[in-house]
C-alpha cells in the first residue's frame, strides 16, 4: 500500500444521481473540473460523502475512471484518493 501525506486543501466529492438514481457521471466530471480550476490540492471521491455502501462495484470502478477522464487531469495532479 502506498502511503502519502496529504497537504493543503482537500475535497471529498459527492456522488452525484440523475433522476432515476443511476450515478450521473457527466456531474461527476464537472465537479472534478471545478475543483481542479480552483486549485484544490486533493480529491477525495467514494469517501464519506459519496454515498459508497449504496454503489455497486461497477459504479465505483466507473467512477474512479471516470474522474481521471476530466479534461484538466494531469499525471502531475498531487493526489486522487478513494475508499473501497
Sequence with gaps: MIQTK????????IT???????V?????IR???YQLQNNTDFL???G???ETPTLT????????ENGHRTSKWSDTY???CWWK
Design 6 to 13: 496529504l497537504k493543503g486543501m482537500g475535497v471529498a466529492l
Design 16 to 22: 452525484p444521481f440523475k433522476e432515476d438514481e443511476s
Design 24 to 28: 450521473d457521471y457527466d456531474a461527476l
Design 31 to 33: 465537479l472534478v473540473d
Design 44 to 46: 477525495c471521491v467514494l
Design 48 to 50: 464519506t460523502t459519496a
Design 57 to 64: 462495484e461497477e459504479e465505483k470502478k466507473k467512477s474512479r
Design 78 to 80: 498531487p493526489a486522487w
